[in-house]
């Protein structure tokens, strides 16, 4: 046995990161000083004699202003690069750990195939964690019977999956990852009888829960309701002769929904699911998981105990944040679907005070949530009711020793289910604090918020400059050393280098499509113009899509809205760059900075040229997309020619 002085996680340093980036930092900010430097002797010169326009250079300025500034900031994630190891095997004994509850969001099982919310659901119970303190509970946003047919569906399924996984100690938690991944084939007993027996029962039993959830999900969209009471249902067997301690406690919950009762989103579903589990089991710890993201790794919860059972570090953290990956990317991850930016980001973040929440996959501290580590005894019970509203039970579940209403059979006392319909209600946080402060907190869709962190200087430079100039140099410095940087960081993670062009690729688009409008979002919505909004991704695999992806091509079946601003920036850039050719013959390398950062615009961003003008299947940029974008390139030219006589 490990003694008990064996640390439960260990923070390392990664020393080489380190250096390098620091030594970056060190150059790249001297040689952005050196072109802030001409920069405002040019424009002194320029604003003394008016040999050229002003406004372009006062333009470009004004975004290199910002680009430092984002460049600055970004640094912070390269500053203190670390590695977080954890040592589940040295945790105390199962006696010993927290009781945690899972919650699961769904929304719509038209665009959330049952199937696959199950395989999460399924993955959260299978968990490598003693099932008395284990609670799953899904909340249902569509509040429809499709979803909960499918949760007692897999209730009856999960009675073989949870103890066979455990028996034979799976590496794969989710039942559907586990019987398509080749790994399963190594598993530890894979040589026993007994174990190839039981595996073909099991694989027929899934068989037959796939085909019941096919059956169940006819009339999926119609099952939908937008109108409805609070439905509770805690899974239990029916003849209560079978030892319900060896499984977890699987709960649905679909929260009172009215029209015209704003229901916040994904942030209104998990205010309603603490409320609910605080009666019901109240885990002082709770994992967030989409309906998407099942559990990768058995060891996961535990995992997270090795940061909150540490005292030095527990009192310091509010969450655990697991990374994103995803399964079936192609071998041409063209949208940069491994999110590996993100894992750089973290390392650094790691190291300074922690990672920022993405949304889902991380086990937080409900104490964290509620703020509670501050109340003292003695506190107003009216004070209380601001804060959390009317339920005194609720109010109760926040102080220690409570013990929640749930009777061992599973089976909700009147009172209990009195309780819940209150807390599930869609008018029970009505003018609390809780209104003001949480549903804003996890409502705001935070997908696409991070930036690469690599990319910001890209642009830097894109203004006269000849070769020959000493400060062409400073200029050529500032853009290749992010790329040069990009490259180091991409190869010492172990990805190809095709991982640096898609990257580029995603980021540009980002900034052309997402960023512009997330932009004008914020503008609106602090001029009262916007509510908030939010729709949900579809889930459902679409064969057609599935197979362009697969071949690495773009899929370009999106709102227009979105490629309206990319295209005319490409279109803008490819013009520049065709009708300033004559010009580079004429001018020798004056122009050639200028121009070969267009160039270099084309050729990154080739895949739009061909979804505009070459290709001809349904992926395709849309012909209107492609003319309308062409005349607003026309348009910001002309403006452009008339900006530059005045
Ligand atoms: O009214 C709603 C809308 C959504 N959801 C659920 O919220 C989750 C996320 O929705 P999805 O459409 O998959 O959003 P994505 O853009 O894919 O998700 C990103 O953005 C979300 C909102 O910030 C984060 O929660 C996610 O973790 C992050 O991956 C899903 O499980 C939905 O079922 C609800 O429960 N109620
Ligand atoms: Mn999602």
């Not at 490990?2 to 340093?13: E, I, Q, T, Y």
């Not at 190891?85 to 769904?106: A, H, M, Q, S, W």
């Not at 739009?608 to 012909?623: C, H, Q, S, T, V």
């Amino acid at each position: 046995m490990d003694g008990p002085s064996l640390p439960l996680n260990v923070r390392r340093l990664l020393t080489t990161n380190l250096v390098v980036n620091r030594l970056h930092m060190f150059v790249n900010g001297i040689a952005i000083l050196a072109l802030f430097h001409y920069r405002v002797t040019t424009l002194v010169r320029v604003f003394k004699t008016r040999e050229t326009p002003l406004l372009p250079y006062l333009i470009v300025l004004v975004s290199e202003i910002v680009l430092t500034f984002l460049w600055v900031l970004h640094q912070a994630y390269k500053w203190r690069p670390v590695k977080l190891e954890v040592y589940p095997e040295r945790l105390p004994g199962d006696e010993k750990l927290p009781p945690v509850d899972v919650f699961v969001c769904t929304a719509d099982p038209s665009k959330e195939p049952s199937l696959g919310v199950m395989n999460t659901v399924l993955s959260a119970m299978a968990l490598d964690y003693p099932p008395d303190k284990l609670a799953v509970y899904l909340q249902d946003d569509g509040g429809s019977y499709v979803t909960l047919n499918a949760v007692r569906e897999a209730w009856k399924f999960a009675r073989f999956w949870v103890p066979f996984r455990r028996k034979y100690e799976l590496k794969f938690p989710c039942p559907e990852a586990y019987f398509s991944a080749e790994e399963s084939a190594h598993e530890r007993f894979i040589g026993s009888s007994e174990f190839a027996a039981e595996k073909k029962i099991i694989e027929k039993r899934y068989a037959e829960f796939q085909e019941a959830l096919g059956k169940n999900s006819v009339n999926a969209s119609d099952s939908v309701s937008r109108d409805h009471p609070p439905v509770i249902e805690v899974m239990t067997d029916e003849n209560g002769d079978s030892n319900l301690k060896e499984m977890p406690l699987l709960v649905y919950v679909a929260r009172e929904k009215r029209p015209g009762h704003p229901h916040h989103f994904k942030g209104g579903a998990l205010n309603v699911l603490l409320r609910v589990s605080a009666v019901i089991s109240n885990a002082p710890y709770f994992m967030v998981l989409d309906c998407d993201m099942y559990c990768n790794d058995p060891s996961s919860v535990r995992q997270t105990m090795c940061f909150y059972l540490d005292p030095k570090v527990s009192p310091q953290i509010a969450w655990v944040q697991f990374p994103q990956k995803f399964r079936n990317l192609s071998k041409h991850d063209i949208y940069g679907g491994s999110l590996h930016h993100l894992y750089r980001i973290r390392q650094g973040l790691d190291g300074l005070r922690g990672p920022q929440i993405y949304g889902c996959n991380f086990v937080m501290k409900r104490e964290a949530i509620y703020g509670t580590d501050k109340i003292q005894k003695e506190i107003d019970l009216n004070q209380l009711k601001k804060s959390f509203g009317s339920s005194n039970e609720f109010i109760k579940s926040i102080f220690k020793n409570y013990k929640p209403l749930l009777p061992e059979d599973r089976k909700p006392s009147a009172a209990l289910q009195k309780e819940l319909q209150l807390l599930a209600s869609c008018t029970y946080d009505n003018g609390t604090q809780w209104e003001k402060e949480a549903n804003t907190m996890v409502v705001w869709p935070n997908a696409n918020s991070h930036h690469s962190s690599d990319l910001s200087t890209l642009r830097h430079s894109s203004v006269p400059e000849e070769v020959s100039d000493p400060y062409f140099i400073a200029f050529a410095f500032v853009f290749l050393s992010p790329q040069l940087k990009h490259v180091q960081e991409v190869v010492s993670f172990g990805d190809s280098l095709w991982t640096l062009l898609y990257e580029l690729r995603v980021w540009m688009m980002k900034s052309g499509a997402c960023y512009f409008f997330a932009l004008m979002n914020a503008f609106l919505h602090k001029l009262g113009l916007h509510e908030a909004n939010f729709s949900l991704t579809s889930k459902v695999v679409d064969d057609e899509q599935t197979r362009r992806y697969e071949q690495g091509i773009y899929d370009f079946q999106v709102s227009p809205l979105l490629l309206n601003p990319l295209c005319s920036l490409y279109i803008l850039n490819l013009a520049t760059l065709i009708l300033g050719i004559p010009r580079i013959f004429h001018a020798g390398d004056q122009f050639f900075a200028q121009a070969f950062l267009s160039f270099f615009g084309v050729i990154v961003n080739y895949h739009l040229l061909e979804g505009m003008f070459l290709r001809k299947d349904n992926g395709r940029i849309a012909p209107s997309v492609t003319l309308l974008s062409v005349a607003i390139s026309a348009i910001i030219l002309c403006c452009g020619s008339l900006l530059l006589i005045y």
